[in-house]
């Protein structure tokens, strides 16, 4: 009976023996897929990684030769379009100077046409002046003489009265 109990108990760790060996190896082969599965997606994210990496890299280098290429091409365009700018900025300077002589000019002419215009105004006006003073002089000893004719008359027909009478 001992025997027998040894012999189940013998059975039972050959047993238990079996199974944490099924386990043992169970468990090992669970985590030898489970480390390649790891490594599976470790090597797609890398493979990933550098594809995106590449892709990045390629996309720089073509920003990069864009702009060596273009950025003096820009340059020069903005050089031509400052030249520009100026030279229309001389012109219309230029233009603005010329009106303004022009109009200096005007001015001066216009200025002169008054002055004479005023001048010869004035002359009439002298002119004028002198005539009607003249006038008014000849009326005045017009009329002066006709008063002392008329005091001669009546001072004579006065005296032709105080003679008669």
Do not use: H, W
């Not at 012109?91 to 046409?113: F, H």
């Amino acid at each position: 009976m001992i025997e027998a109990r040894y012999k189940d108990i013998s059975n039972l760790e050959t047993k238990f023996t079996s199974i944490i060996e099924n386990e043992i190896s169970s468990r090992k082969e669970s985590e030898g897929k489970l480390q390649r599965q790891l490594e599976d997606q470790f090597n797609s994210l890398r493979n990933d990684l550098l594809k995106e990496s590449k892709v990045r890299a390629e996309g720089i280098d073509l920003i990069n030769q864009t702009l060596e290429s273009d950025l003096p091409k820009l340059n020069e365009n903005i050089k031509n379009e400052t030249n520009e700018r100026e030279e229309m900025d001389r012109n219309i300077l230029k233009k603005c100077n010329d009106e303004l002589s022009k109009l200096n000019e005007n001015l001066t002419v216009e200025k002169k046409s008054r002055d004479e215009s005023e001048t010869a105004i004035y002359d009439m006006l002298k002119d004028v002046v002198t005539k009607v003073k003249g006038e008014i002089d000849n009326e005045k000893r017009s009329r002066e003489t006709t008063e002392e004719t008329l005091v001669t008359l009546l001072e004579e027909t006065c005296a032709k009265l105080n003679a008669a009478s």
